[in-house]
């Protein structure tokens, strides 16, 4: 038996062993319950404290974040700001020479404006002297014309431009320049003019046609009428330009208006008045002057290729006398060829005839050493007998 005393009371009971392991295994799974309770309590508060410090913590790396953040969007506005600032300043300097220079600009085209006018005011003054003198000049010609025949109005146009070069002939000491007396083909110009630099090399070339009439002419011509002659003369005599020199057709504003170019008729063609005779020989030389060094190139490569032309003449004429001959070596050779073929083709029959003709004499001497007294006496008494004598004596 067991005693137990009640802890509230005081009062002692006995009990059994049954009995007191019945009330021991009550206590003990009181008393472990109340523990898994109470550590089952104290988990669940330690775990929500861990929950609560890890939210903490999220919290304070999220402020803390949040405060990096914010401190990098000052830095990132305070940066803005100054990029900002910086922009500024580089527009208001922008700005500064922008208007600086469209006020140089201004200044610019006001002053370009005011020598553009000046220019075409000493222009116009210049074009208006130039036109008084080309009508003046053409009032002396109509004048002129009226006072001589076509012949010597023509003839007075070629010696006006013969004196108005002979006055610039300082100017050329290497040109040559005069009338076209060598008639090609039924035709001729008025005069060639020829340049050359000091080292006789031609850079320019020019024919010219001198065309005039009376105003009483009966039938009146037009410079059109000319071009195809003057552009054949060109040609025939291996010059570079064509110039028509022409008081036809006084009235023309065309013609009447300066230097006009006919190149899109005919190559390197042009239509003056008288007036303009020396400056567009003066333009076309100093022009073509800057050529020169290509024409001395061209004229090297030209004298080049006669050598090369000359070298390849002489070359093609000793491959044609040399083709010939093997031409004519090869008929030869074939004809030999041909003939040994044949005296081959003989000289087979002879040896044919030759190989039979021996034959039978090779049979005639098989022949001959079977020929016998005895065989030839044979069934004859009379010759037999005439051997058997001669035998018969031939031992005596």
Known sequence: MKELKCPKCGNVFSVDESEYAALLSQVKNAEFESEL???????EQSQKAQQQAEQARLAAEQQAAQLRRDQQSAQQMQALQSQIQSLQAQIAQAEQQRQLAVAQVRQQATEAYMKKEQELVQARAQWDAELKAAQEQIAYYKELKTRLSTKMVGETLEQHCATEFARIRPLFPYAYFEKDNEVVEGTKGDFVFRDYSEDKVEYISIMFEMKNEADETATKHKNEDFLAKLDADRRKKGCEYAIL???LEPDSELYNGGIVDMCHRYEK??????QFFVPIITLLCQANKKSLDAKRELAIVKAQQVDVTNFEEKLTTFKDAFGRNVRLANERFADA???IDKTIAHLQKVRE?????GDNLSLADKKLQEVTIKRLTAGNPTMKAKFDEANEGNKE
């Open 337 to 339: 060829i041909e003939e």
């Open 353 to 357: 005839n030759l190989v039979k003709s």
């Open 269 to 274: 063609m042009y239509v003056i008045r008288p």
């Open 37 to 43: 309770s109470r550590r089952i309590h104290e988990l």
């Open 245 to 247: 020199v022409s008081m």
